[in-house]
């Protein structure tokens, strides 16, 4: 009995112990949690601003200007005269071609022209000849009247014989015949001085062909540009207006880029600003080369394609960029980026401040004026510069949790800590392209490098946990 007396007694005695342990112990972590802090977030104060959209559409390079160099003399390639893949310019001499044919027939060519101007010459001596002899006969004639005339006088008081009257009235006649003979024959020195001057025309016209022809046997380049390769050498045969030509030359110093979207798309566009949900765009474009880098000069959009292309249902739309350094080479595949629409009233959000629920929702944090933290759905309409653009759910003035946002839930009170707002016009200064582009065009367009949304995310959480490692 006392065995068991006594071991009733250690048994309470240590219950009680353990009871008043446990009793320190939670009262301990209730101090504690009374003291802990509340978490600390990083907010974005909303200012509703316009936001350009922008578009990326993978386009091609193209020359501005493309010139396929035919020859335009038949003969033998004596020297090519240009080094394939240099630059010309319209005029310079490519292709020299023998001219020992052509020399030929210009020799003959002269020797017609000298044949004919002779001919003239006779011609013309031949109716100098026929003139003199038309005014002797004018002479004689107006000799003849004379005479008739006054034998009739004569013969009315029949001073003379009837006889001599008839031999002055036939000599008359006969000075009119060849009076009339005389001025036929000039009239024919006339026509053989024209045919022979036709003569001298067309051998002039033949020696100027022949001519020309020696000077088309150095084929000259007929635009400025950059040249390719050379599809002859020296001693090939080449001809006149040829299928192939000797050398392709491409104006390089402006490039086109041809971009496609789809129809529907331009359709949905312009549905959008004709009913006021989105504004016009801007013109300018912006290109990001294969290997990611930006091209450092805008572009500006030129037409789009009227029609739509039947096999892929796109429209082509033509920018044209400036290409000093020859940068650009046709054929090239790039990412061209245009502002199509501007959105009103809208809001720029990292990634790191955009949650997606398993339905597809897009949430926020915003910390309310009790600095307690509010759930809010939101609708976004793209990226701009690696930011989220936020039409709808979000008014200026609400303070969006940026960072820290994944250790905290709604109804919890937290401290807020201000972090810079994100602007469209801050965000084009910071990225505008260095060099030698224009300052005027960077402060204008507000283009940026486009930004991977995993990329983005990725950099958002290294700040977030960046953020959470320093409190």
Known sequence: MKLNLRAA??????????????????????????????????????????????????????ASETSEVRPQATGVVEEVLFREGSIVQAGQPLYRINVDNYTSSVQAGEAAVRSAEAAVGNAQATRASAQANLAAQQANLAQARADLARYEGLLEVQAVSRQLYDQAVTAVRTAQANVEAAKAAVAQADANIASASSSVQSAKASLGASQLDIGRTIVKAPISGVTGISAVTAGALVATNQATPLVTISRLNEVYVDISQSAAEMLRLREQIESGQAGQGSAEVQLVLEDG???????????????????????????????????????????????????????????????????????????????????????????????????????????????????????QEVTARELPAASSEANAAAQAPAGNQPAANAATVPMARPSKDGDTADAATEAEAAADSSQ
Do not use: H
Not at 45 to 53: A, G, H, R, Y
């Open 293 to 411: 880098q930006t091209y450092p000069m805008l572009g500006r959009l030129l037409l789009a394609n009227a029609r739509v292309d039947e096999s892929t249902g796109a429209m082509t739309l033509r920018a044209i960029f400036p290409n000093p350094q020859g940068k650009l080479v046709p054929g090239m595949f790039v990412n061209a980026r245009l502002i199509q629409s501007v959105v009103q009233n809208a809001a720029l959000l990292p990634q790191s401040a955009i949650m997606r629920t398993p339905t597809g929702e897009t949430q926020v944090y915003i910390v309310n004026a009790d600095n307690k933290v509010e759930l809010r759905n939101i609708t976004t309409s793209g990226t701009y510069n690696g930011n989220w653009i936020v039409t709808g759910g979000i008014n200026s003035g609400d303070r969006v949790v940026i960072i820290g946002g994944s250790k905290v839930k709604p109804d």
């Open 9 to 62: 007694m250690i048994i309470a005695l240590m219950g009680s112990t353990g009871f008043l342990v446990a009793c320190g112990k939670s009262n301990e972590q209730a101090v504690q949690q009374q003291q802990m802090p509340n978490p600390v977030v990083d907010v974005q104060t909303i200012t509703l601003q316009t936001v350009p959209v922008i578009q990326s559409f993978a386009g091609r390079v193209a």
